[in-house]
């Protein structure tokens, strides 16, 4: 059977960003998450400006500052116009990254302006494809502060965040917090929050076959009806190819 796919040319190895699930320690796919609902905090943080005034933009996520690569803004978001092209230095790093400017931004959501890290979440990796951005790793495979990362190395990315917000608010990077309701994929074994790394992986293109799936899905009767809803959303909601390897070691 995989030697068929190969033989289609439907099989592929490739290195790049992919889901990781830290607990389980090995790469996932899309098929293997579940969405959780869950309250967090919404840090809006002050990137000073090299050449032009400072910035402010919004994350849920500030220990992975150190991986930021971009700021992005919505091209037709007027507050920020004249700060496309510019240059913004990132809090406690003191890394220098580029506004950009694309329609994926949604205006309304924070301040408008967020930062994209190699990797937070899929629309990072978008972005990052899209404008050939740097890649900047600061979480290992197994879910621990590492790399570039210059705060909390060597520990658990969901315990690092309180260390750096700290640092944060005693260097007076934070603007305000919010309490925000937000949706996070974890791994449906283990409950665990996914990340993105890049490891080498093999995986099996089927994006190009949406339609068919749609297709074969319309061809179906239903038991229970709604399993066809669930389905369609499935189809729809297919971002990457189907990532079939994984590092399990059992005993
Ligand atoms: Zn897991």
């Not at 992919?18 to 990137?47: E, N």
């Not at 506004?99 to 629309?123: H, I, R, S, W």
């Amino acid at each position: 059977m995989f030697l068929d796919l190969i033989r289609k040319k439907r099989a592929y190895r490739n290195k790049g960003p992919v889901l990781i699930c830290p607990s389980c320690r090995t790469a996932i796919s899309q098929i293997d998450m579940k969405d959780v609902q869950r309250d967090t905090d919404f840090y809006h943080l002050r990137f000073n400006g090299v050449d032009s005034g400072d910035i402010s933009i919004a994350t849920t996520r500030p220990e992975m500052l150190g991986s930021c690569v971009a700021v992005f803004v919505n091209p037709d978001d007027a507050r920020y116009r004249e700060y496309v092209g510019k240059t913004v230095s990132v809090p406690l790093y003191d890394l220098k990254v580029k506004v950009l400017a694309d329609p994926y931004v949604d205006p309304e959501k924070g301040t408008g302006a967020e930062m994209v890290c190699t990797f937070g979440d899929q629309n990072d990796v978008d972005l990052w494809r899209k404008y050939s951005l740097e890649t900047r790793i600061i979480i290992d495979n197994d879910g621990r502060m590492a790399g570039d990362s210059i705060i909390a190395k060597g520990i658990m990315s969901t315990d690092a965040r309180k260390a750096v917000v700290e640092q944060l608010r005693s260097h007076d990077y934070i603007i305000k917090v919010e309490k925000k309701r937000q949706s996070v994929n974890v791994h449906e074994r283990c409950d665990t929050p996914v990340e993105i790394g890049i490891l080498d992986q093999w995986y099996v293109r089927y994006l190009d076959l949406r339609e068919r799936m749609d297709e074969a899905g319309r061809g179906i009767k239903w038991y229970p009806e709604f399993m066809k809803v669930r389905y369609d959303n499935w189809v729809h909601g297919l971002k990457v190819d189907w990532c079939i390897s994984r590092q399990r070691v059992f005993g």
